[in-house]
């Protein structure tokens, strides 16, 4: 006797569990302190465009611009690629995070030394009792590089009158500038005697 078996019906394909999943497949958000790792591990390989990306993933995180901030500012200007440190400026603009006064005295020095003075000038004045003796020798600098000496010598006299007195290198040191122009060199050391004798 042929006995004939049907099929048993066929089993109805069940979604995966989630628990079944790959980990290294899920959406991870790096820790503020890892991206800050990531970053100067980027600067130090010359790699700036990789160190902005990993920047605008801190500004969505709301970490505060500091100094991981000020070294990619600073590797745009050693690079000289300007344009890449205007596009780090639009960025942190655009996170509406507060900027602290080593960033901002950086960005000064980013737009003077690509001669943007007034954008520089700009800064400066934004920054109001934020400003220090970096912030008016960065000005200063703008200034007398851009061979704006009548505005260097207004600037070195606002500062003095606000209680800011730089050291003598500011004037006479190479990389300020200040008083290695021609036109000021009658100047120096009237200028100094004004520290000098806290005229102000």
């Given amino acids: 006797m042929i006995t004939l ?3 048993s019906p066929a089993q109805p394909l069940l979604p995966p569990s989630s628990k079944t ?3 290294s ?3 991870i958000i790096p820790s503020s302190n890892s991206l800050k790792n990531r970053l100067i ?3 130090d390989a010359g ?3 990789h160190a902005l990306s990993t920047l605008e993933l801190m500004t969505q995180q709301n970490s505060p611009p500091d100094l991981t901030t000020y ?3 600073k590797s745009c200007i050693g690079f000289r690629d300007f344009q890449l440190g205007k596009l780090v400026h639009w960025k942190l603009i655009q996170s509406g995070l507060e900027l602290d006064s080593v960033v901002l005295n950086t960005l000064i020095s980013l737009y003077w030394k690509c001669g943007d003075t007034e954008t520089a000038r700009s800064i400066f004045e934004g920054m109001g ?3 220090d ?3 008016w020798s960065a000005m200063l600098s703008c200034y007398a590089n851009n061979s704006m000496e009548l505005q260097a010598i207004c600037t070195f006299l606002d500062m003095l009158e606000l209680g800011f007195y730089p050291e003598r290198v500011l004037l006479y040191g190479r990389d300020s500038g200040l008083l290695q122009r021609k036109v000021l060199m009658d100047w120096g050391d009237n200028l100094w005697l004004c520290v000098e004798n806290r005229v102000f």
Avoid: A, F, K, T
């Fill in 5 to 7: 078996s049907l099929p």
């Fill in 21 to 23: 999943l790959n980990p």
């Fill in 25 to 27: 497949r899920q959406n």
């Fill in 41 to 43: 591990r980027q600067l």
């Fill in 47 to 49: 790699h700036l465009h």
């Fill in 71 to 73: 070294s990619l500012l």
């Fill in 129 to 131: 009792s934020r400003r």
């Fill in 133 to 135: 003796l970096v912030s």
